[in-house]
């Protein structure tokens, strides 16, 4: 598979589209940016709209991102502390690219939903010495 602008191959570790995969595709990266897609919040918040993370995964994935320029944390000086977290210019520019493919999700909902049903009987009807 090559770049259609520049013709070279893509995946090695210096393509950008390699690049991007491995910037946003973990387990929690993609819903924080979705939580944050559209105001400034707070711990807690993002933390009630992400079911089933846990604080340390919040906060791993929260310092991975701001250390990767795509979210801005701000900490205020008061009693409780109060710390806040946006997109940054170059965050709020990924977002668009996502929600094309997010939109592309929801009209392919019924296919993917086979797709991760049998991806998950297959998984299941492994035997364990079959995964080892």
Request: net charge positive.
């Amino acid at each position: 598979m090559v770049s259609k602008s520049e013709q070279k191959p893509l995946l090695n570790n210096n393509c950008p589209v390699r690049q991007l995969i491995n910037v946003i595709c973990d387990k929690w990266t993609l819903p924080v940016l979705y939580v944050l897609r559209q105001d400034t919040k707070r711990y807690s918040e993002i933390q009630r709209e992400i079911p089933g993370i846990s604080k340390k995964m919040l906060t791993q994935t929260l310092r991975k991102l701001e250390s990767d320029n795509i979210l801005k944390r701000t900490v205020y000086p008061v009693v409780p502390p109060k710390t806040e977290y946006n997109l940054t210019a170059f965050g709020s520019k990924l977002i668009e690219p996502l929600e094309v493919l997010a939109d592309w999700a929801w009209e392919h909902q019924q296919e993917l939903h086979k797709i991760c049903d049998r991806r998950r009987l297959a998984g299941e009807q492994k035997s364990p010495s079959d995964q080892s």
